[in-house]
C-alpha cells in the first residue's frame, strides 16, 4: 500500500464533513486498523497541507481494537453561528484522509471484512462538497456564501390605516389600500466589535398610502391631516450590532444600532409638500428562524424597530420631529406570510397607525416564475 497516493486525493477533498466527534467501531476491522496504524505516521505529506495539524493529533485511539474517534482539537475560533469552522475542516480532512486510505487498500486486492466496509460507508456518507460540486473554480457552499450575503425581496400585500374626513378628524381605522416594497439587505460579519458583531446594509422602495393634507379639501390649514394619499418611499438604512450582550452566539437574534434616511413623495398633498425627506436613527432587533452563518444573510423572521425622526414636511407642518415604532413577525416559520404594525408619532396628535398583512418572498423566486432566471 502507497499511502503518499494519498495526497493529491486530498487535495480535491478538502470541504468539511459534519463529522465532528464522531465514533468508528472497529472491532473485527482488520484494514481500519492497519490504516489508523499508518496515517499516523503519514505526518510529513499531511502537515504540508495544513501545517498547525497533523493527521496524529486528529486520529485518537481509545483501545484501538474496537474504537476509533475523529475529532480534531478546537481552533478557540468559533464564528457568530457557533460552529468553530477550523476544527470542522480538519476534521473533515482526517476523515477524508482515512476513506481514502481504505478505498486504496480495497483497490488494491486485499479484502476488507463487513467491519471495515461499514466503516467506509460512514466516513464517506458524511460528505457535503464532492469534485462533482465544483464549478467554475468555486464549490457549491463557496457559490452559497456569496449568493447568501446580500438578499433581495419584495412584498406584496394590504394595508389598513387611520382614515381622516374634510376637517381633519379621525373617522377611525377605516382606510384600506394595496401595498407593496422591493428591498436588497446586505449581511456581514466585521471586526468592529466582538467576535460576533454585525452589519447590515438596507436599501429599498415602498409603494402604499400615508395621511396626508390635500388642498382640494376645505380649510386645509386647520388640518392636522384631511386625506390619505398614494406614496413611493425610497429609503436607505444602516443596522450595526457590536454582538456580545446585543447578540446571541448562533446569531438567530441581532439587536442593532441603526441609521436611516429616506425620500417619500406624496401625491395629492398642498403645494411645496409633495416631496418629504427624513432622517434619524435608533434600535432595531432582528429574529432569525434558525443562526446565521458568518457572511450569509437571511431573511428575517420578526423584526422590531424604534426610531427619532426628522422630516421636511408632517402634514401642513415643516421642519417636524417623530417617533416612528415599526414592527414585523412572519406569523408561521415556514410560510411567507408577514403582520406588521406601524405607528408615526408626531406632535399636536398628528398621529397615524397602520397594520399590514403581507406576503414576502425572495426576488429570485419571483425572476424565476417568470422565466428570467432558471435556477
Known amino acids: 500500500m502507497n499511502l503518499l497516493k494519498i495526497t493529491p486525493l486530498l487535495l480535491c477533498g478538502l470541504s468539511p464533513l459534519v463529522f465532528a466527534g464522531q465514533t468508528l467501531n472497529s472491532a473485527g476491522a482488520t484494514q481500519t486498523q492497519t490504516c489508523y496504524n499508518s496515517l499516523s505516521t503519514l505526518k510529513p505529506s499531511i502537515s504540508a497541507l ?83 460540486q465544483i464549478t467554475k473554480g468555486k464549490t457549491a457552499k463557496e457559490k452559497n456564501d456569496t449568493t447568501k450575503r446580500w438578499i433581495s425581496s419584495f412584498e406584496l400585500g394590504y394595508k389598513q390605516q387611520n382614515g381622516y374626513d374634510d376637517d381633519g378628524k379621525r373617522t377611525g381605522f377605516d382606510q384600506g389600500g394595496v401595498t407593496g416594497s422591493l428591498k436588497l439587505n446586505g449581511r456581514w460579519k466585521n471586526g468592529w466589535g466582538w467576535s460576533d458583531a454585525v452589519t447590515n446594509f438596507e436599501v429599498g422602495v415602498a409603494f402604499g398610502q400615508n395621511p ?57 398633498a398642498t403645494q411645496g409638500n409633495e416631496l418629504a425627506r427624513y432622517y434619524g436613527g435608533g434600535l432595531e432587533f432582528n429574529l432569525y428562524s434558525t443562526g446565521v452563518e458568518e457572511n450569509s444573510n437571511a431573511l428575517p423572521r420578526a423584526r422590531v424597530g424604534g426610531y427619532f425622526v426628522r422630516t421636511t414636511n408632517h402634514g401642513a407642518m415643516t421642519d417636524v420631529n417623530l417617533w416612528v415604532i415599526q414592527a414585523q413577525y412572519q406569523l408561521v416559520a ?12 408626531g406632535p399636536d396628535d398628528l398621529d397615524d397607525y397602520s397594520v399590514t398583512l403581507s406576503v414576502r418572498q425572495d426576488t429570485a423566486k419571483l425572476l424565476s416564475f417568470f422565466g428570467f432566471i432558471t435556477e
Not at 57 to 63: S, V
Not at 67 to 96: E, F, M, R, T
Not at 334 to 345: C, E, I, R, S, V
Open 50 to 132: 495544513d501545517s498547525t495539524k497533523t493527521i496524529d493529533a486528529c486520529l485518537n485511539a481509545k483501545d484501538p481494537t474496537k474504537q476509533i474517534i475523529i475529532n480534531c482539537p478546537s481552533s478557540n475560533n468559533v464564528g457568530i453561528d457557533g460552529i468553530d469552522k477550523v476544527k470542522l475542516k480538519n476534521d473533515g480532512l482526517a476523515a477524508n484522509v482515512f476513506a481514502n486510505c481504505l478505498s486504496e487498500i480495497a483497490a488494491s486486492g486485499v479484502a476488507l471484512t463487513s467491519q471495515d466496509n461499514a466503516i467506509l460507508t460512514q466516513l464517506t456518507a458524511s460528505k457535503i462538497a464532492t469534485r462533482s
Open 212 to 268: 396626508t393634507v390635500n388642498e382640494e379639501k376645505p380649510d386645509p390649514d386647520a388640518a392636522g391631516f384631511n386625506d390619505v394619499t398614494d406614496t413611493i418611499d425610497g429609503y436607505m438604512k444602516y443596522l450595526y450590532s457590536p454582538g456580545h450582550f446585543m447578540a446571541t452566539a448562533s446569531g438567530d437574534s441581532v439587536l442593532s444600532f441603526a441609521a436611516l434616511a429616506g425620500i417619500r413623495s406624496l401625491d395629492e
Open 334 to 345: 415556514d410560510k411567507p406570510f408577514l403582520l406588521g404594525f406601524k405607528a408615526n408619532l
